[in-house]
């Protein structure tokens, strides 16, 4: 029997080759997209689930107050947070602490290497976590100063060692930045898994800083630049110490008598770290958790759209079929064969539309990469995805799911034909059949317009934020990293300075400076500003920023009352600095009325007297997603501090490799790295393009997938008014009248989509534009065009095929049947 159904079913296809082959055509189309848009998600959802206990293990985030104003929403907090949880909570099993050890310079005989990933970790990290070592001791790698555990890629970089010999390794010396000090490898770890949100290639021993930097870095209260993580005991919930959290604050904090700031601390599961982190100073790979979910529900309703266009153009062959059903039936069939003759058809269907969906999956896979810099893949999402093997197992019950349902509609639709009727050629479509179809269209266009309106306004906030002026210039900004080997001694300013002179003697170079950060960064914070001799001795927060003489005219910023700094505001020594810069924000906070009543004006913080010389409009540092922060410029240097050079593009080539000799003269024995300030500004954008790139790419999918839908569905109408086209051209009617009479259902029906449309995407890209502190207004034509332009699309699917019906000779539709 099953034989025979597929004999039959084979039998349909090949006669019906046009709409077989824009059945598995369209299912091919929604399935590809679906797998395309999983092995995004589920490589998102994966991150740090390969951890043994991944699920007890939370992460410490703190919220800090001034004067009931939250100023400060992070991942970093002080040293002495995890242990002393771990001291005075039982329900905590176990903690660990880290710090980012930013760049390191690696020095190993005649290599020097550059590694951007280093992390300061104290000796239980490794036993924390799941980072298998392949050679040393996990227990007591981390435990004295100046050790370090390498990863295996950079280990063949430094010793050239194969991955068999990586126990070589082990007690060898290498030198990290300007330490004199060496420093031993005790453990090489495994590669880090890319869907781990703490990347690392170098692990330095936390006591390393606590013998270097001061005991603070073990002890401290007050300073804060570390992270933390702990491990609930087995049935601890994480509310429950939570509640805790509030009392622990105030015994420890004592209000803001300690800090200066009220602490409200808080725990974030570490499988939520990389997906849903709104926190500052973050130290992982993190990503928008509600894009994730987005593109989910963007797979689901491809996947969604591809099946309805099943059920519509299977239905539509309803008046083919039916002559086949009635004498079938006449024949002795009963309706469950009639049934499960329909439901292997749909297998069929599927399941070559699944296989011609696996192939331009391949095809597509390197756009898709592209577009997310992921390296994703088939086996990625099937076998290490969400929950590993689960995943894919999961991908093939609702792909059967779906098989079926699709193709029980249609089944039994076509199995309730009244056999008498159909063979004397009465039968007639169902009023409740034809409703479903066109309730199907409706949700089908309204999706593809809500996705292209939301495609159009991430594009048009992209270009705004692009394009918006900053309050200084980063274009044609190249950029390098400052002497990190070169010691830091009275003679350093001059020689920085001598080195910017002489690249000002190539006419493509037209401007240079130093700064400790750069625009696009994450500026590093102070607590206790407040205005000298204030009455209420209030305190502010504010961020800081530490620039050199030539830094506000390089970057063409404007100083609106006052001086910039001079050279001899500057001085090696850094307790004889007195001048300082504000931006407007800060001078507003700090209460003065006006730019040029907080110059000259003493500013106390870090337990000294600082004068104001100048005001500095106000700048976006960071992306228009945050508002404009306060901001004190500082006048020093420091040997790793980025220099920064306004040059000519004309022949960037010569321009690098002059930068390249001068720098390699003055500073000998330093790596030479650079990139353009504007290209790494914009990448705080990059999340955004890149969604915005893959939802319009799916978007169009959509469309087409749609178009499927609506060619089906406007083949079926014409074919059912085969012969009353027929009259209206014998009693004169015109192709544009009759043009008109065939498409104004469609017209309806695309308008319903657009009421249902226009609203939802008005809610979503209002509550998505809220993300930003600077976005673009919500106009009718954001709205309106692409609704127009769905419609122009559709209404050309359709007269394709009513234009062709309405040139037909009326003398072969009067006959037709």
Not at 24 to 41: M, R
Not at 56 to 67: A, E, G, L, S
Not at 313 to 339: D, F, H, M, P, W
Request: proline fraction near 4%; include cysteine; hydrophobic fraction near 45%.
């Amino acid at each position: 029997m099953l034989r025979n159904y597929l004999t039959i079913a084979y039998r349909n296809l090949k006669k019906s080759k046009l709409f077989s082959a824009i059945n598995i055509l369209g299912l091919a189309l929604g399935i590809a997209a679906c797998l395309l848009i999983l092995q995004y998600v589920c490589y998102e959802l994966s991150f740090d689930r390969f951890h043994t206990d991944a699920s007890r293990i939370y992460r410490i985030t703190n919220d800090r107050y001034q004067k009931g104003k939250l100023i400060q929403h992070g991942t970093i907090t002080y040293p002495t947070i995890g242990p002393t949880l771990v001291k005075e909570y039982p329900e905590v099993e176990a903690n660990t602490r880290l710090t980012d050890g930013g760049k390191m310079l690696i020095r190993y005989q005649d290599n020097l290497i550059a590694e951007n990933n280093s992390l300061i970790a104290d000796d239980k990290f490794l036993t924390f976590f799941s980072f298998p070592l392949l050679a040393g001791n996990p227990k007591t790698a981390l435990t004295t100063t100046h050790t370090v555990v390498i990863t295996e890629s950079l280990a063949t970089k430094v010793f050239g060692f194969p991955v068999k010999e990586m126990d070589k390794a082990i007690g060898k010396s290498i030198y990290l930045d300007t330490d004199k000090n060496p420093f031993q490898v005790t453990g090489i770890a495994k590669d880090v898994p890319i869907h781990s949100h703490l990347q690392f290639n170098l692990l330095i021993s936390y006591p390393t800083i606590i013998k270097d930097w001061g005991e603070w870095t073990d002890n401290s209260w007050t300073s804060s630049d570390f992270y933390h993580y702990i491990k609930l005991k087995p049935g601890i919930s994480k509310a429950s110490l939570e509640a805790k959290l509030p009392e622990f604050s105030d015994r420890f904090f004592q209000g803001d008598k300690v800090s200066g700031s009220v602490e409200k601390f808080f725990l974030q599961p570490l499988v939520d770290a990389h997906l849903y982190s709104d926190y500052e100073y973050e130290i992982g790979e993190t990503t928008n958790g509600k894009i994730v979910w987005v593109m989910l529900a963007v797979a689901i309703i491809i996947l969604l759209i591809a099946w309805i266009n099943y059920i519509n153009l299977t239905t539509t062959r309803s008046l083919e079929r039916a002559k086949e059903v009635g004498v079938r039936k006449v024949l002795g069939a009963q309706k469950n064969q009639i049934i499960r003759q329909f439901l292997a058809e749909s297998v069929v269907l599927n399941v070559l539309g699944f296989i011609l969906a696996l192939t331009l999956t391949q095809f597509a896979q390197p756009l898709l990469n592209t577009f997310t810099g992921k390296k994703l893949s088939l086996s990625l999402l099937i076998y290490n995805g969400y929950s590993g093997y689960l995943t894919g197992l999961f991908i093939l019950l609702v792909f059967c799911a779906g098989v079926i349902l699709s193709g029980f509609y249609p089944a039994f639709s076509l199995s309730a034909f009244q056999p008498i009727a159909v063979l004397k050629g009465k039968f007639t479509s169902t009023t409740k059949g034809g409703f479903l179809r066109k309730a199907l269209v409706v949700s089908q266009y309204a999706a593809s317009i809500a996705l292209i309106i939301a495609t159009i306004t991430i594009y048009t906030q992209i270009q705004y934020m692009r394009n918006k002026d900053l309050g200084l210039n980063i274009e044609q900004m190249l950029v390098m990293r400052g002497p990190g080997l070169t010691e830091y001694d009275s003679t350093f300013i001059d020689r920085i300075n001598t080195f910017k002179t002489e690249l000002k003697r190539l006419p493509a170079i037209q401007k240079s400076a130093t700064s400790s950060n750069l625009p696009g960064d994450r500026l590093p914070r102070t607590f206790d500003f407040r205005r000298k001799n204030d009455p209420e001795q209030a305190t502010v927060t504010m961020s800081r920023m530490n620039i050199d003489s030539d830094f506000i005219d390089t970057y063409q910023m404007n100083v609106v009352s006052g001086r910039t700094f001079l050279l001899s505001d500057h001085n090696p020594d850094f307790n004889k600095i007195r001048h300082i810069l504000l931006n407007q924000t800060a001078v507003k906070l700090l209460g003065f009325k006006t730019d040029s009543a907080a110059v000259h004006q003493t500013i106390t913080f870090w337990n000294r007297d600082w004068e104001v010389v100048g005001i500095v409009k106000d700048f976006h540092q960071q992306s228009l997603k945050n508002l404009v922060e306060p901001i004190v410029f500082l006048p020093t240097y420091a040997t790793g501090a980025t220099i920064s050079m306004k040059v000519r593009t004309e022949n960037l080539p010569a321009t690098i490799d002059y930068i390249q000799d001068k720098f390699m003269t003055f500073f000998p024995g330093n790596q030479f790295e650079y990139f353009f300030m504007d290209d790494q500004f914009n990448r705080q954008y990059q999340d955004d393009q890149k969604f915005g790139k893959v939802l319009g790419l799916f978007s169009i999918l959509t469309i087409i997938v749609s178009s499927l839908g609506l060619f089906g569905l406007s083949y079926y109408t014409t074919l059912q008014r085969t012969k009353e086209i027929g009259i209206r051209k014998v009693l004169g009617a015109s192709v544009g009248q009759l043009l008109f009479l065939l498409s104004k259902d469609f017209v309806l029906l695309l308008l319903l989509a657009n009421m249902i449309a226009l609203p939802l995407a008005w809610f979503g890209i209002h509550a998505w534009l809220q993300n930003y502190a600077y976005h673009i207004d919500i106009t009718p034509w954001l709205l309106v065009l692409p609704s127009l332009m769905v419609l122009l699309m559709a209404l050309f699917t359709v007269s394709f095929q009513t234009l062709r019906s309405a040139k037909e000779n009326p003398v072969k539709a009067l006959r037709y049947e």
